[in-house]
């Protein structure tokens, strides 16, 4: 594998444009790569590219097309670490959760491999003993893929996989920030063989006029989108005007329920996990702790013990756990949520309020948290943990459907019964019960309300790039 790709990828060649734009490594603004700012024209181009590439695709048996995503799976692995340095320079996350994401992402590629020769039909017994009913799973058709910067390679994989799988054709838009992991994996599938067309990427700092130009497209079938909520809504009303299938992963607002039988050092461990991975910035991270009164306190201390452990610094630094935030914007973002609850009467029982000024934040507690907080009510996206008590079980369950959101819920409590009675109760797509992440391939990922529209992962995954075509037979 060569030095870093930064040119688009349209029809199986790298496209230079007139005009780039630097790509930055979030903890100290060193330029990583000068990449290509594609433009309506290119976008054309990589549409038409994946328009003429479907139907070849789409006819070529399963099984190969599932033996592709394989070899691009095992490809990635071969390459982890190249791949996880790259997303650490370009996201700015821990080494080790660099390396994490690159398997996770490889792992989409290797499940959608397998499914590919599983998109099975049905027959149905026909009223009419003259006729055969038959339904089969056809590709939807070339496929539009707009990522965020949070996970850079698994957002990726996780719709290339399922669209690649289906028999659909891709034209992929990274975000702005980490184009670079993208056209990294599109270099790893020309070194494969995914054929020209198959897989376009074309990186843009215009998201709005070319990734709108991309999502217009006529061509186009299937969009994909993970992003907030508010580009999600703008692009489902755009794509009803030409009824284009469209996934939506959207923003979550994820409560973490500890209940007053729960083991408290699981649920500890499982707060580290559900809420300072990527910083912060994911959508699963748990942003409204709910914590039953009999054990707040007891949880709250140890808590603190667990977070003070954190080691905060640049991602490439080995002991580094709290790497930067993604950009000023974001840092300024998390300041103010931080300053508006404490002005409102939270207690900072962990950290420093940040001020702002840097994209490196070290985590902090807020005790006492209301749901007039704005830290309570949106998707913090930064490494501020929230605590509000809740005086029993109902009304915890209360406090964690209070929301638009609905992507995941965790859960901490040893009853069995109450696991049970708790998760049905609990408004999300997902719900872990003493585990901190549930996010695998094998597992249908996706929300409710605003989370989002569709599943990614699992065998449900493929069913968004498939349509079923029902085929009447007369045969006497
Ligand atoms: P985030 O807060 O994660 O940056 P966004 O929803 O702004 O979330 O961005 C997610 C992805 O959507 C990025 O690739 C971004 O460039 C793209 N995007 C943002 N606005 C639009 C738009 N109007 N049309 C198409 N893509 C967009």
Redesign the pocket.
């Given at each position: 594998m060569s030095e870093i790709k930064r040119d688009a990828f349209v029809d199986g060649r790298w496209v230079a444009g007139d005009k780039r734009f630097a790509v930055t490594d979030p903890f100290d603004d060193g330029v990583v790569a000068e990449v290509t700012d594609g433009d309506e024209a290119m976008m054309d181009t990589a549409v038409a590219s994946a328009a003429k590439a479907f139907p070849i695709w789409a006819r070529r048996p399963a099984p190969e097309r599932g033996k592709l995503l394989g070899q691009l799976g095992a490809r990635m692995l071969a390459d982890e670490r190249r791949l996880a340095e790259l997303c650490t320079r370009e996201n700015g996350k821990p080494l080790k959760e660099s390396l994490a994401e690159v398997r996770y992402a490889a792992s989409f590629l290797t499940w959608f491999g397998g499914e590919a020769g599983r998109v099975y039909g049905e027959t149905i017994p026909a009223s009419n003993p003259g006729q055969r009913l038959l339904v089969t799973r056809e590709p939807i058709g070339p496929a539009a893929v707009?990522?965020?910067?949070?996970f850079p390679y698994a957002m990726l994989t996780r719709k290339l996989g399922a669209a690649l799988a289906a028999g659909c054709t891709v034209v992929a838009?990274?975000?702005?920030?980490t184009p670079l992991g993208t056209l990294a994996v599109a270099e790893l599938a020309q070194e494969v063989g995914v054929p020209a067309g198959v897989f376009n990427v074309v990186p843009?700092t215009r998201?709005?006029e070319v990734?709108?130009h991309?999502?217009a497209a006529k061509a186009i079938r299937k969009i994909s989108?993970?992003?907030?909520t508010?580009?999600?809504m703008?692009?489902a009303r755009n794509a009803a005007a030409d009824l284009k299938r469209v996934s939506l992963e959207l923003g979550g607002n994820a409560p973490f329920v500890v209940l007053s039988d729960a083991d408290l050092d699981a649920a500890v461990a499982g707060s580290l996990v559900a809420k300072f991975r990527n910083s912060g910035q994911t959508c699963v991270a748990a942003n409204r702790f709910i914590l039953e009164a009999p054990i707040a306190e007891a949880f709250t201390a140890k808590l603190r013990a667990a977070v003070a452990e954190l080691v905060t610094g640049r991602g490439s630094d080995p002991g580094t756990d709290v790497g930067p935030v993604?950009d000023d914007a974001a840092a300024k973002k998390i300041a103010g949520l931080v300053a508006d609850a404490v002005k409102r009467g939270a207690r900072v029982v962990h950290g420093t309020p940040p001020d702002g000024t840097s994209r490196l934040i070290a985590p902090i507690i807020l005790d006492g948290v209301t749901p007039e907080m704005a830290v309570w009510t949106t998707e913090i996206?930064g490494p501020v943990i929230a605590l509000r008590t809740a005086s029993d079980e109902a009304s915890a369950i209360a406090q964690a459907n209070d929301t638009d959101f609905g992507l995941v819920a965790y859960l901490y409590t040893r009853d069995g019964a109450r696991q049970l009675r708790v998760a049905e109760a609990l408004e999300a797509g997902m719900v872990g019960i003493n585990e901190g992440l549930v996010s695998t391939a094998q597992a249908p990922f996706g929300g409710i309300k605003h989370s989002g529209l569709g599943r990614e992962g699992s065998r449900h995954g493929i069913d968004d790039y498939t349509n079923l075509k029902y085929i009447a037979l007369r045969i006497g």
């Open positions: 707009i990522t965020p910067w949070n838009k990274p975000a702005e920030a843009t998201a709005r990734g709108g991309l999502l989108f993970t992003g907030s508010e580009v999600g703008l692009i993604i996206f």
